[in-house]
């Protein structure tokens, strides 16, 4: 069991670092083979920024523990919503006064409607709704370059100034982080079934906790060094892109890859888990009410509950 433990973090940190390279790497391509930065933000870094969670959903589902896969998906953006959030605000309150934030909150709650749909109705993200999520992100990136487009100042845009470099080091970069990513989710994958075999518990509950904190630790860090900055206004609409992403894009990879199914125990915690996450967020959001840093707290032992009541089987 210390074995796969440790090689689970192993393959976290090689996630992170090669999603890391890999974005600097296309970006810096694009940016040398003069692409519109505009474009290079919505695909390459808003792509690449979810290159962890989208490599270990495929690699999971392809090697049949679509657990993994779904606990994956599920566990980040609560992680996303009660941590990533939570815990910055608990060192400087989190503004939710961003100019178009709400459009972006109501995508959001549609993603997370469409994927409780699918769980409560079928099932299963078979071929058919895998495609119509992937659908999804195409009309969101197409919509979100249409606003920006526009100088409406869209606050899921990122400044992409800061992957800039020479041809032939983003190229190396390129190459690290295509070899590092599948290296990392084959590490994950194999290691977290396995560590869910020897503890008996379904693949799920790996996927909600070590590997949706894992896969999450890159939004942790911009959100927390944003607030450290006190820019933290920025990271909310970061957090929300990071969600609809997870579902429309990982989501959808995860159907037309291999047709995950649901567990039981997911419709029944999981999914209200995601939800719920969904609805707070939402909250601060379309009432735009800063995160306080007692908000914060709340929200971190709002987590911290999550993670006790998957551990002590709650729902399951």
């Given at each position: 069991?210390?074995?796969?433990?440790?090689?689970?973090?192993?393959?976290?940190?090689?996630?992170?670092v090669a999603?890391?390279?890999?974005?600097?790497?296309a970006?810096?391509?694009?940016?040398?083979?003069?692409?519109?930065?505009?474009?290079?933000?919505?695909?390459?870094?808003?792509?690449g920024?979810?290159?962890?969670?989208?490599?270990?959903?495929?690699?999971?589902?392809?090697s049949?523990?679509?657990?993994?896969?779904?606990?994956?998906i599920?566990?980040?953006?609560?992680?996303?919503?009660?941590?990533?959030?939570?815990?910055?605000a608990?060192?400087?309150?989190?503004?939710?006064?961003?100019?178009?934030?709400?459009?972006?909150?109501?995508?959001m709650?549609?993603?997370?409607?469409?994927?409780?749909?699918?769980?409560?109705?079928?099932?299963?993200?078979?071929?058919?709704?895998?495609?119509?999520?992937?659908?999804?992100?195409?009309?969101?990136?197409?919509?979100?370059?249409?606003?920006?487009?526009?100088?409406?100042?869209?606050?899921v845009?990122?400044?992409?100034?800061?992957?800039?470099?020479?041809?032939?080091?983003?190229?190396?970069f390129?190459?690290?982080?295509?070899v590092?990513?599948?290296?990392?989710?084959?590490?994950?994958?194999?290691?977290?079934?396995?560590?869910?075999?020897?503890?008996?518990?379904?693949?799920?509950?790996i996927g909600?906790?070590?590997?949706?904190?894992?896969?999450?630790?890159?939004?942790?860090?911009?959100?927390?060094?944003?607030?450290?900055?006190?820019?933290?206004?920025?990271?909310?609409?970061?957090?929300?892109?990071?969600?609809?992403?997870?579902?429309?894009?990982?989501?959808?990879?995860?159907?037309?890859?291999?047709?995950?199914?649901?567990?039981?125990?997911?419709?029944?915690?999981?999914?209200?888990?995601?939800?719920?996450?969904?609805?707070?967020?939402?909250?601060?959001?379309?009432l735009?009410?800063?995160?306080?840093?007692?908000a914060?707290?709340?929200?971190?032992?709002?987590?911290?509950?999550f993670?006790?009541?998957?551990?002590?089987?709650?729902?399951?």
């Open positions: 069991m210390a074995l796969e433990i440790g090689l689970i973090v192993i393959g976290i940190a090689l996630l992170l999603g890391d390279l890999l974005v600097r790497g970006a810096g391509l694009a940016i040398a083979l003069r692409v519109p930065i505009l474009l290079v933000s919505l695909t390459i870094v808003a792509f920024t979810s290159a962890p969670e989208l490599f270990v959903t495929v690699q999971a589902v392809l049949g523990n679509a657990g993994l896969a779904l606990g994956n599920m566990g980040s953006n609560v992680a996303n919503v009660l941590l990533i959030l939570g815990l910055p608990v060192i400087y309150p989190i503004s939710a006064h961003v100019p178009g934030l709400a459009r972006h909150g109501a995508i709650l549609v993603a997370t409607a469409a994927f409780a749909i699918l769980a409560y109705t079928r099932g299963v993200i078979d071929m058919r709704a895998g495609a119509g999520l992937l659908a999804g992100i195409v009309l969101y990136i197409s919509y979100t370059g249409w606003r920006a487009a526009r100088g409406s100042g869209e606050p845009v990122e400044d992409v100034a800061e992957y800039a470099s020479r041809s032939g080091r983003a190229a190396i390129l190459i690290a982080g295509l590092g990513l599948p290296v990392g989710a084959h590490l994950l994958v194999t290691n977290g079934a396995a560590l869910a075999a020897d503890l008996g518990v379904r693949e799920e509950v909600l906790t070590l590997i949706a904190f894992g896969t999450s630790l890159p939004e942790l860090a911009t959100v927390a060094a944003a607030a450290l900055h006190k820019k933290s206004d920025v990271a909310l609409g970061g957090v929300v892109g990071s969600n609809i992403f997870n579902i429309f894009a990982v989501g959808g990879a995860a159907g037309v890859a291999g047709q995950p199914q649901f567990d039981p125990a997911s419709l029944r915690f999981d999914i209200p888990a995601m939800i719920f996450a969904a609805l707070v967020v939402s909250w601060f959001i379309f735009k009410r800063d995160i306080s840093r007692l914060g707290v709340l929200m971190c032992l709002l987590y911290a509950a993670i006790v009541c998957i551990a002590l089987k709650i729902g399951q």
